[in-house]
């Protein structure tokens, strides 16, 4: 799976407007709403459960430059498959039981991005009906609301795969016995790197596209 700078070049060595300005949409639906939406979502559930680490940190902010990680910025450019900057949660601050109140705030991350995915349908369907089927304007609204759509599926469904450091494994984490705990928590300093090997290889993608597709189409009435 290519990623949106790849498809800018393409359309830069062959001329196609089109493929650039949809590739540029993602770029933006993705960097500047999904993942610091994402990444806020966390932050304030850790506040609210009574950790403010992330909050000190300036992450309950909108602001991208807040929750961009570069490396992993990068990769989604290049690759289609990236990650933000983690929110800090100190898991001894959290009320109830530490592991549970992560998971907790772990989740809130990938719910929020369906709830977004769910409000981006709603406005597809509202505006699919008004729009004019020969203005470009409208075309171009309906494509990007389409992709909001989609990105926001992919996203949460990424997040929902049970390796560090994602959401999911931190779910996992909260069901597993002591000693599975510990393994995961071992398996840590190697997540980024098994899901860039997943990634070279096309197991994320099969993993995740078809079904992200899937629940995209249903959502959009298509």
Same mark, same amino acid.
């Given at each position: 799976?290519?990623?949106?700078?790849?498809?800018? $070049?393409?359309?830069?060595?062959?001329?196609?407007?089109?493929?650039?300005? /949809?590739?540029?949409?993602?770029?933006?639906?993705?960097?500047? %709403?999904?993942?610091?939406?994402? +990444?806020?979502?966390?932050?304030?559930?850790?506040?609210?459960?009574?950790?403010?680490?992330? +909050? *000190?940190?300036?992450?309950?902010?909108?602001?991208?430059?807040?929750?961009?990680?570069?490396?992993?910025?990068?990769? $989604?450019?290049?690759?289609? @498959?990236?990650?933000?900057?983690? %929110?800090?949660?100190? =898991?001894?601050? =959290? !009320?109830?039981?530490?592991?549970?109140?992560?998971?907790?705030?772990?989740?809130?991350?990938?719910?929020?991005?369906?709830?977004?995915?769910? #409000? @981006?349908?709603?406005?597809?369907? $509202?505006?699919?009906?008004?729009?004019?089927?020969?203005?470009?304007?409208?075309?171009?609204?309906?494509?990007? #609301?389409?992709?909001? %759509?989609?990105?926001?599926? $992919?996203?949460?469904?990424?997040?929902?795969?049970?390796?560090? &450091?994602?959401?999911?494994?931190?779910?996992?984490? /909260? #069901?597993? &016995?002591?000693?599975? !705990?510990?393994?995961?928590?071992?398996?840590? *300093?190697?997540?980024?790197?098994?899901?860039? /090997?997943?990634?070279?290889?096309?197991?994320?993608? !099969?993993?995740?596209?078809?079904?992200?597709?899937?629940?995209?189409?249903?959502?959009?009435?298509?």
């Amino acid at each position: 799976m290519n990623g949106p700078l790849v498809g800018i $070049f393409n359309g830069l060595t062959s001329g196609d407007v089109t493929l650039i300005l /949809a590739q540029l949409i993602v770029l933006v639906l993705l960097l500047g %709403v999904a993942f610091p939406i994402h +990444e806020l979502a966390h932050a304030l559930t850790a506040r609210y459960l009574g950790d403010n680490t992330g +909050e *000190r940190m300036g992450r309950i902010t909108l602001n991208p430059l807040a929750h961009l990680d570069p490396f992993g910025t990068l990769l $989604f450019a290049l690759t289609g @498959f990236g990650w933000a900057r983690p %929110v800090p949660v100190n =898991l001894y601050r =959290l !009320q109830g039981n530490p592991r549970t109140s992560f998971a907790i705030v772990a989740l809130a991350g990938p719910l929020s991005n369906l709830a977004l995915a769910a #409000l @981006f349908a709603l406005l597809f369907r $509202f505006a699919l009906p008004l729009a004019g089927a020969d203005s470009a304007l409208s075309r171009i609204l309906l494509f990007a #609301l389409s992709v909001a %759509v989609q990105l926001n599926i $992919f996203l949460a469904l990424f997040n929902l795969i049970p390796i560090p &450091p994602l959401d999911g494994s931190r779910l996992l984490t /909260a #069901l597993l &016995p002591d000693q599975g !705990q510990a393994l995961m928590d071992q398996l840590e *300093r190697y997540g980024f790197i098994i899901l860039i /090997a997943l990634s070279a290889t096309g197991v994320l993608g !099969q993993l995740i596209v078809r079904p992200a597709t899937l629940l995209s189409r249903t959502l959009l009435g298509l």
